[in-house]
């Protein structure tokens, strides 16, 4: 029998997939060993990843949620198909870090059949990007090296403003090389960097 820590050494199945944001009662198809993005730069880990019967996405089962499925059910994951969760949304911190939207499992088992809903759920972009950023997997200039266009590029100088943590020169430097990339004039691009700035500012406030 294998422990569930044995696949340890963050998407997947997101909060995305929890219509309204409400409770969302699933069965638990399988679990297999997978490799995912290591954090704050570090290599690849094992992990735990899961199928769910009523999502197509799999979804990787951190320590925190994998105890909580061993404490109702067994830490041996070959018991765990067939049985049912109820995935909830909620944040955590991670290193500097905060309130990054996560799934969690209730830790009790859920009464009557699974909940209702699509099995696959459009992604919110900036839900996917906070919780890749969350899990290391996305690093400050990642939102303006993926812009195409103009339009892309403003969108992506109010993502990173809001998490970056190098200086103001450092971001103007790379927004400027990523406007002449994409043709955006310098001068509505640094606009549009210290408009972002300021909101992070007063929302810091």
């Given at each position: 029998?294998?422990?569930?820590?044995?696949?340890?050494?963050?998407?997947?199945?997101?909060?995305?997939?929890?219509?309204?944001?409400?409770?969302?009662?699933?069965?638990?198809?399988?679990?297999?060993?997978?490799?995912?993005?290591?954090?704050?730069?570090?290599?690849?880990?094992?992990?735990a990843?899961?199928?769910?019967?009523?999502?197509?996405?799999?979804?990787?089962?951190?320590?925190?949620?994998?105890?909580?499925?061993?404490?109702?059910?067994?830490?041996?994951?070959?018991?765990?198909?067939?049985?049912?969760?109820?995935?909830?949304?909620?944040?955590?911190?991670?290193?500097?870090?905060?309130?990054?939207?996560?799934?969690?499992?209730?830790?009790?088992?859920?009464?009557?059949?699974?909940?209702?809903?699509?099995?696959?759920?459009?992604v919110?972009?900036?839900?996917?990007?906070?919780?890749?950023?969350?899990?290391?997997?996305?690093?400050?200039?990642?939102?303006?090296k993926?812009?195409?266009?103009?339009?892309?590029?403003?969108?992506?100088?109010?993502?990173?403003?809001?998490?970056?943590?190098?200086?103001?020169?450092?971001?103007?430097?790379?927004?400027?090389?990523?406007?002449?990339?994409?043709?955006?004039d310098?001068?509505?691009?640094?606009?549009?960097?210290?408009?972002?700035?300021?909101?992070?500012?007063?929302?810091?406030?």
């Amino acid at each position: 029998m294998t422990h569930y820590r044995e696949f340890y050494s963050a998407d997947w199945v997101g909060v995305w997939d929890l219509p309204d944001g409400n409770d969302r009662v699933v069965t638990i198809k399988r679990v297999k060993q997978g490799e995912v993005g290591g954090q704050e730069g570090r290599a690849k880990q094992r992990s735990a990843v899961m199928q769910l019967e009523e999502l197509d996405r799999p979804m990787v089962v951190n320590k925190t949620n994998g105890s909580t499925i061993a404490g109702m059910y067994s830490p041996h994951v070959e018991r765990w198909a067939g049985r049912r969760i109820t995935l909830f949304a909620s944040t955590t911190d991670f290193g500097k870090r905060k309130n990054i939207p996560c799934i969690r499992i209730r830790p009790t088992p859920p009464e009557g059949g699974p909940t209702p809903g699509p099995r696959s759920s459009p992604v919110d972009p900036d839900q996917r990007e906070t919780q890749r950023r969350g899990a290391g997997e996305w690093k400050d200039g990642d939102a303006l090296k993926s812009a195409k266009t103009g339009a892309d590029l403003m969108d992506a100088i109010r993502r990173e403003a809001a998490w970056i943590e190098a200086s103001e020169a450092k971001i103007w430097t790379w927004v400027l090389k990523r406007a002449g990339e994409v043709g955006l004039d310098p001068d509505q691009a640094d606009a549009t960097l210290q408009e972002a700035l300021e909101a992070v500012a007063e929302a810091g406030a």
